[in-house]
């Protein structure tokens, strides 16, 4: 069995007398991408400072790059924060220097690597630039480049993809879709569910400072199954009974159910209904945002276990 | 460890490329040499570079007519004429050819008496010692040859205290004031380098580095090598400084006399030595803790300035060390940990302060030091990570008991 790269179990964690995290757990195996996903303020980020030894943990274990965090093997991780952070009045080019230094790289090897990821992020002529003059986007590739100049072997980026323009994005996707083909293993947090859904093979969901779903994204959305259902034809579909939210996709109408509610009650209650015309009826699998929406409201998937 | 050399040199050369850190740095230096040149050009414009005619009348300086160069006081040495009578004499002075004339009287030998004949100014005193000079190398030309130098020198005085430890030579009062320059100037330095060091914390906390900071080395780590590199830059001042006053001591030497009378206290220099550095920790500790709680860097150079006020309490004391060096007053202020640095150098030319009395006080900084840096990494581990939000006295004491967690 192979062994994981990170291991969390039973987490907890209170500042004062607000419990911030309690009882998570989750693993993170060579190689993989995992997704670490809750709405604000639900504890990831304090989930993800524990794993880092930013904070110490009231209770629980962590196991990381087979076992307990040491001054090491900070080389060995690039951690991107939530909190952009670069020093804004200094130099682009020698402010990633330092702090690839800081990653154990030697200023040599840190100048040699430097220009391609410049190059390839569209930051090489604004290297000399100060950081404070560079657009958000701008910043946010730096502080990316800074995360991975070292080429570590654990990688937690959080929210990756704020700030940034489609072009962008497509060009960080490609990126931590590269990380993981070169083996490196990568933990996203993130409220972007189609991009945690195009990258992420696993993920925990956690709310409330606790874990409500952890596993393989298809199998959670397999779980879900029967939650929706898609439905082309014509009339009013709002204020369905027993429907939570009808949002129109490509022209179908894409009806969420509310805690309780199944498909057939759905199509009882729109039959019933005047001017409606149903030629596609089927139920669909939900997508990670109406999971993460039915988890975070506390409503029970039919077929969840 | 090399991480922490890494954080120290960014830290050295990220102060000293600052065009403020020159100025800053350039400004002290450049005002004294300022100073010194303008006291240099007042004493050349000042001299009468014209020759001091003397009468002898007595007939005992006829052995030795031009003084030897070990009694130049300078580089322009002002010449003695030796003028045949007084009416030769007065025709020279009403000519301006000289700017004054000695006398020595036929009955010197008896009645000790000399008279000076000047025009409109008096000849000031490095001038109307050339002609004491000279009058004392032709009296002694008879005398044994250790003995004429004895007689020509005068004494060497020392004043030392009872325990050694005091000691002034030479007979000038500007050595009193010299330990004086020495604590100022070292208490510029420790205070605007701990200010920088409160500007470099709160900036960690402005520009949100403190995360990645975190995870790439040890609070330790990143506080120690600011810290050092600050002190680099302290030393940095210092050096550039002293060597301009060693220069511009040197120099103005050559054409001042009162500067030749100074010389280096070294035991003061040491003594403030070894509490230069638990003062700068214990300023340093202070300025972490002000940088950490403090959400902008402004608020925290409020605060700061009040806290220098705290190392520099003793110069609003100075009159009481004058006229009282070792008042009640001036012993609490020397083991009070903040300004025993500062008192010390203030009392250090007034009296010889008591060893226990210094002791006590180096104890004193050294521990609040320890502590206070203790302390400070603690607020900060808390401070960093409470992006924003401004950290109250109750939270900070939690977090020195917590370990930098709230």
Redesign the interface.
């Known amino acids: 069995m192979t062994t994981p790269t990170v291991m969390v179990s039973h987490l907890s964690k209170s500042f004062g007398t607000v419990r911030a995290v309690e009882d998570v757990s989750f693993e993170v195996f060579p190689g993989e991408i995992f997704g670490l996903l809750g709405p604000n303020g639900a504890g990831k980020t304090t989930s993800i400072r524990m794993m880092l030894d930013i904070f110490t943990a009231d209770h629980g274990e962590i196991s990381v790059l087979g076992g307990k965090m040491d001054e090491a093997k900070k080389n060995r991780i690039g951690y991107l924060p939530e909190e952009r952070g670069l020093y804004k009045d200094l130099k682009l080019e020698p402010t990633l220097i330092f702090l690839a230094r800081l990653k154990g790289l030697s200023e040599a090897e840190a100048k040699r690597r430097l220009p391609d990821w410049l190059k390839r992020l569209d930051l090489y002529d604004h290297r000399y630039k100060k950081v404070q003059e560079l657009s958000k986007g701008m910043q946010q590739k730096a502080q990316l480049i800074a995360t991975l100049l070292h080429e570590p072997e654990l990688i937690v980026i959080d929210e990756p993809f704020s700030g940034l323009d489609p072009v962008n994005t497509r060009l960080v996707e490609d990126i931590i879709r590269e990380q993981q083909a070169a083996g490196k293993t990568i933990i996203m947090s993130t409220h972007q569910m189609h991009q945690v859904e195009a990258l992420c093979s696993r993920i925990a969901l956690i709310d409330k400072g606790r874990s409500v779903l952890y596993g393989e994204v298809e199998q959670i959305k397999r779980n879900f199954a029967g939650n929706a259902v898609t439905i082309t034809g014509q009339g009013d579909f709002l204020n369905v009974p027993g429907v939570l939210e009808a949002r129109q996709v490509n022209g179908d109408w894409h009806l969420s159910l509310a805690q309780g509610a199944g498909p057939q009650d759905v199509f009882k209650a729109l039959a019933a209904r005047d001017g409606i015309k149903i030629e596609r009826f089927e139920i669909a699998e939900p997508s990670l945002d109406d999971i993460f929406i039915w988890t975070v409201q506390g409503m029970q998937e039919p077929n969840h276990a | 460890m ?2 922490f050399w ?2 120290a040199k ?1 830290e050295y050369w ?1 102060i000293t490329r600052k065009r403020s850190f020159l100025l800053g740095t350039l400004a002290m230096p450049l005002f004294f040499v300022g100073i010194m040149t303008l006291a240099i050009v007042v004493v050349m414009a000042g001299e009468d570079q014209r020759p001091i005619g003397y009468v002898d009348q007595a007939g005992l300086l006829t052995k030795v007519r031009t003084l030897p160069s070990e009694y130049d006081e300078g580089p322009n040495p002002v010449a003695l004429v030796a003028l045949a009578d007084e009416a030769q004499a007065r025709a020279a002075l009403e000519r301006h050819d000289i700017q004054a004339y000695y006398v020595l009287p036929a009955d010197y030998l008896t009645s000790h008496q000399v008279q000076l004949i000047y025009w409109d100014k008096m000849p000031r005193g490095p001038m109307q010692s050339r002609f004491d000079n000279l009058v004392r190398v032709n009296l002694s030309t008879a005398l044994p040859a250790t003995v004429a130098q004895r007689a020509q020198h005068g004494i060497d005085l020392t004043v030392r205290s009872a325990d050694g430890r005091q000691e002034v030579s030479g007979d000038s009062i500007i050595n009193i004031f010299v330990p004086f320059f020495i604590g100022l100037f070292f208490s510029i330095v420790v205070i605007s380098s701990g200010s920088y060091l409160m500007e470099a914390v709160s ?1 960690e906390k ?13 609070p330790g780590q990143l506080i120690g090598g600011k810290a050092i590199g600050l002190m680099a830059v302290a030393l940095t001042q210092i050096g550039i400084l002293a060597a301009t006053i060693a220069i511009s001591l040197i120099v103005g030497a050559q054409f001042i006399e009162a500067l030749r009378a100074i010389s280096i206290p070294w035991s003061m220099f040491f003594t403030l030595a070894l509490f230069f550095f638990p003062t700068y920790a214990l300023m340093s500790g202070i300025m972490i803790a002000v940088g950490s709680m403090v959400t902008e860097t402004r608020q925290g150079q409020q605060i700061a300035g009040a806290i220098s006020m705290l190392f520099t309490l003793p110069f609003f004391f100075m009159i009481i060390f004058f006229s009282a060096p070792n008042s009640p007053l001036a012993t609490i202020l020397t083991i009070f940990p903040t300004t025993s640095f500062l008192t010390i150098a203030l009392r250090w030319g007034m009296t010889t302060i008591p060893l226990w009395e210094m002791i006590v006080g180096w104890v004193l900084v050294t521990v609040s030091a320890v502590f206070m840096v203790w302390a400070a990494a603690r607020i900060f581990r808390l401070g960093m ?1 409470q ?1 924003g939000q401004r950290l109250d006295v109750k939270s900070m004491l939690r977090a020195v008991r917590s ?1 930098g ?2």
Request: hydrophobic letters at 30%; proline letters at 0%; aromatic letters at 4%.
């Open positions: 090399r991480k890494v954080v960014h990220k900036d402005e520009n949100r580095t403190i995360e990645v900071m975190t995870t790439s080395l040890t990570l992006y370990g967690e709230s």
